[in-house]
């Protein structure tokens, strides 16, 4: 079945104990992102790649790393997480330049930091 | 800065009923999607908008895009509850980053939470 994993699903963490969210996509595609989701602001992009080695900021960066080593895995990195980085975070993938059958999201990864 | 807005946040709506879900957006898009999430849940396509005046329907839903009036409307024909879930819109722009050219970029709207009551 063609998917986005993302793990783990739920995780609460102490503030700036490192720890990494891994999202796996098995449709070999060259574009991934990932975004947070928060109440009243939607989805909002924080990292994408947009093939192996190549990753750039997306609108909410600050605080996060990621690594894109392999086409189908893109991991996110909190290096010192803090209280304010809790929420809903997804991975998604596509075809760069095929877009007829848009983004796939993965199941999400809620997040508390305390 | 691009801006996407959805109207309404809210929809309780009966079951039967017809209602139109708005997505209006401040700059030029490449495409725009519409996406349903359940509580919890991911996000699940809908709709891929690619050009000005595409039309798309599946079911009760049906999608428009207007890039002239940078507008695209969801509408929903004799709701039923399985529709029950938020909508998002979410438009697409090429974005140039600092070393790279094409990068695609998706900006939501902050959804619309549709409640259909029996």
């Known amino acids: 079945e063609a998917q986005v994993t993302q793990n783990p699903r739920y995780l609460i963490t102490v503030t700036g104990k490192k720890l990494t969210v891994t999202c796996s996509q098995n449709?070999?595609?060259?574009?991934m992102s990932w975004y947070r989701q928060d109440p009243g602001l939607g989805l909002r992009q924080i990292y994408y790649s947009m093939n192996v080695e190549v990753t750039d900021k997306g609108d909410v960066p600050e605080g996060y790393k990621v690594s894109r080593k392999e086409k189908r895995n893109f991991p996110l990195i909190l290096e010192s997480p803090s209280p304010n980085q809790t929420s809903l975070y997804f991975c998604?993938?596509?075809?760069?330049?095929?877009?007829?059958?848009?983004?796939?999201f993965g199941s999400g990864t809620r997040l508390t930091v305390v | 800065e691009l801006k996407v807005e959805q109207n309404p946040l809210f929809l309780s709506m009966q079951e039967g009923k017809n209602y139109t879900i708005y997505c209006n957006y401040s700059?030029?898009?490449?495409?725009l999607y519409w996406y349903r999430q359940d509580p919890g849940k991911s996000l699940e396509s809908l709709f891929v908008l690619l050009s000005n005046g595409a039309v798309k329907q599946e079911g009760r839903l049906m999608a428009s895009l207007d890039t002239k009036a940078r507008l695209s409307t969801l509408h929903i024909t004799a709701a039923v509850h399985d529709l029950s879930a938020t909508h998002f819109c979410?438009?697409?722009?090429?974005?140039?980053?600092?070393?790279?050219?094409?990068?695609?970029?998706?900006?939501f709207g902050t959804g619309t939470r549709l409640t259909v009551i029996p």
């Open positions: 700059t030029t898009s490449d495409r």
């Open positions: 979410a438009v697409e722009i090429t974005r140039v980053p600092t070393d790279q050219t094409g990068a695609n970029n998706l900006f």
């Open positions: 998604a993938s596509r075809y760069r330049r095929t877009y007829n059958y848009g983004y796939t």
């Open positions: 449709m070999n595609h060259e574009y």
